[in-house]
């Protein structure tokens, strides 16, 4: 079995604070994109898509209680 915890931190885009949690995970669904077909595909290009960071829009933070996007 697989197990861990997934590490998410949401950083705030006025003020810089970040926001850290910690979940248990048992697996974790990767992206494969376009290259299913390809022989060349690597579980590392695969980890490397899903830690890429996202946009969140309308953050709430809840230091500098501004309502702005932040990157999580």
């Known amino acids: ?3 861990g915890g997934l590490q998410s931190d949401v950083i705030c885009s ?3 604070y970040t ?3 910690v979940d248990p ?3 974790i669904s990767l992206d494969l ?3 299913i077909n390809d022989n060349n595909l690597k579980l ?3 980890l490397f898509r899903f830690t890429l960071p996202e946009l969140l ?3 709430n933070c809840s230091v500098c209680k501004s309502t702005k996007d ?3």
């Open 19 to 21: 926001s850290t949690k």
């Open 14 to 16: 006025y003020c810089n």
């Open 44 to 46: 590392e290009d695969c």
């Open 57 to 59: 829009n309308s953050f």
């Open 1 to 3: 079995i697989f197990t």
């Open 70 to 72: 932040a990157r999580k």
């Open 25 to 27: 995970f048992w697996d």
């Open 33 to 35: 994109g376009n290259n």
